[in-house]
């Protein structure tokens, strides 16, 4: 026990260490929610994938699918690498670093006002985030809680508002540069703890072999196929392709992930972080992934609902519970990194958008630069304070699981945002009534599936391949309806071989020369 608690308590001093160092950056707002956009591709590429990969993926979405679909839940993690990070990196990386800047926008609804010429877009994005965002921060306790109740028997309560009070104490202190440089430090655990816990799992089981072989005698439900959960494509490859959409190509039109692209340095630093972000999703996410699909090893040891159905939460912590106490505490410090980074990626981005996107000019019109720090602040304790209440909440009152909660947010939100951010990136023809059209599908299509749900029949009965529909209805739908309705005008580069990224790495050594030049010709006089 002491091992474990020693190992906690250095990873909270950390934590709260780098956000006193970090205070001198948040003397204004593009250095409190953009790090003052000079942020190196290392720290950006951490920062992605801790925010990507929480202990949503790591207890939920790993312990549910990989119970699901064996071993070739691992193609999720391979998805998330070349989609969610590799590709993301590439396709949006540089288009949104040279537009944003130029645009001057430091939240995605910011973007869509100026890009599409509209105060109604900009509004109406930021409330999508504000309420998609809650649920998402909420069920990102889940899986971290469990973890500690199993590892320190501690009630659930004690270890959400634990964990609410640590990561508000460094992000009001530190602002963005706090979250990236935390999320630097809290990769390196993840990466090494992830190795370390795929190892001692598989030696538990008998070895490598041993595993797969006891694997493949479980049969499958609803499949007469042999050795369904070691197969190449898994028992269910139809649902399987949903999570692999929704857990890659999402990433594409989160507001939390696609702000990490605002923050970076010009220059190499998005080619290099492009390749680092992608190693680090294949040793998380793909390990994570591969580690659950042990889950159904331990069918006789987990938790169970009144109707049968496994409580998918507790597969993970169960198969983490035989370890040595080290590698326990080990767990409960990458849990808690993975969980810690991607709360409080979540918590400032919907500050900074009900701030800027909302009261900002809504509510109040005249704002200084430390008005708007302030209420930054007081918003980031607020959602931090609402979305563990509705975690506690959730978890009194057995709601959803966390995959369920997840998918809704995801669903809703990539599925309102991916087609318009996308597109107006890459087309100077895109109209107003297109973005509204993405907008209403995403929310909408979201949001009566939900209902239909908690009535007792769904329209789409799985959350996550509703997620997964709704981002593809808006990549397709924005271009069409752009066709017959009248565009934004917008001057776009078509794609070249010269890339955003280099011209606008151009643009500001020519900037830089300028300057220099005119300081220089100021001491001639």
């Known amino acids: 026990m002491i091992e474990k608690i020693i190992l906690v308590l250095l990873f909270i001093a950390v934590a709260v260490g780098v956000g006193i160092y970090c205070r001198k950056s948040t003397s204004t707002v593009d250095g409190f929610i953009l790090g003052g956009r000079k942020v190196g591709p290392w720290m950006s590429a951490f920062a992605y994938g801790t925010s990507y990969f929480s202990a949503v993926v790591f207890v939920g979405y790993a312990g549910q699918f990989g119970f699901k679909y ?29 537009i944003t800047h130029r645009l001057g926008a430091a939240t995605m609804p910011e973007f869509f006002g100026k890009r599409y010429d509209s105060k109604a877009l900009r509004i109406a994005a930021a409330a999508i985030i504000f309420v998609f965002l809650i649920p998402y921060t909420a069920s990102v306790y889940n899986g971290l809680s469990r973890l500690f109740g199993m590892a320190f028997a501690l009630p659930y309560d004690v270890c959400v508002i634990g964990m609410a009070v640590v990561t508000c104490v460094y992000v009001v202190l530190g602002g963005y540069m706090a979250t990236v440089m935390n999320d630097f430090i809290q990769g390196i655990v993840m990466l090494l703890g992830i190795t370390a816990v795929i190892v001692a799992v598989i030696l538990n089981n008998g070895g490598f072999s041993e595993a797969v072989i006891s694997l493949s005698r479980i049969p499958a439900e609803g499949t007469a196929m042999e050795g369904a959960f070691i197969s190449f494509f898994g028992p269910d490859l139809f649902n399987l392709l949903g999570v692999v959409v929704l857990t890659s190509l999402g990433t594409w039109g989160l507001p939390q992930m696609v702000q990490k692209f605002y923050a970076i340095k010009s220059g ?42 496994p409580v998918y939460d ?24 993975a969980s810690m980074s991607t709360l409080s990626s979540l918590v400032l981005t919907s500050s900074s958008t009900l701030t800027i996107d909302l009261i900002q000019g809504n509510v109040v019109k005249e704002m200084s630069e430390k008005q708007k720090i302030g209420y930054m602040r007081v918003l980031l304790v607020v959602f931090v304070a609402i979305s563990a209440g509705i975690a506690l909440l959730q978890y ?53 599936n939900m209902v239909m749900g908690f009535a007792g029949t769904p329209l789409i009965a799985s959350p996550i391949n509703c997620g997964a529909l709704c981002m593809l209805l808006s990549l397709a739908v924005v271009p069409l309806v752009s066709l017959i309705t009248k565009a934004v005008p917008f001057e776009i580069n078509p794609p070249s071989a010269e890339g955003a990224i280099d011209r606008e790495f151009e643009r500001e050594l020519e900037q830089e020369e300028l300057a220099s030049a005119a300081t220089g010709a100021a001491a001639d006089v």
């Open 314 to 337: 507790s597969i993970i912590p169960t198969m983490l519970s035989t370890l040595p106490d080290v590698l326990i505490g080990l767990v409960i410090v990458l849990v808690l990194s």
């Open 70 to 98: 064996g071993l070739a839940a691992t193609w999720a993690g391979i998805g998330n690498a070349i989609i969610g990070s590799l590709l993301a990196w590439w396709v949006l990386g540089p288009r949104t670093r040279e």
């Open 396 to 448: 009194h009152s057995s709601i959803v699981f966390i995959a369920q909660l997840m998918g809704y947010s995801w669903g809703a939100l990539a599925g309102a945002f991916l087609g318009p951010f996308l597109w107006g990136l890459y087309s100077g023809r895109i109209s107003k009534a297109a973005v509204w059209c993405s907008f209403a599908i995403g929310v909408g299509l979201t949001a009566v």
């Open 268 to 309: 190499p630093a998005v080619k290099q972080g492009a390749i680092i972000s992608t190693v680090f999703a294949f040793v998380v996410a793909g390990g994570s992934y591969f580690l659950g699909g042990f889950g159904r090893l331990y069918s006789g040891q987990i938790e169970y609902a009144a109707n049968g159905t």
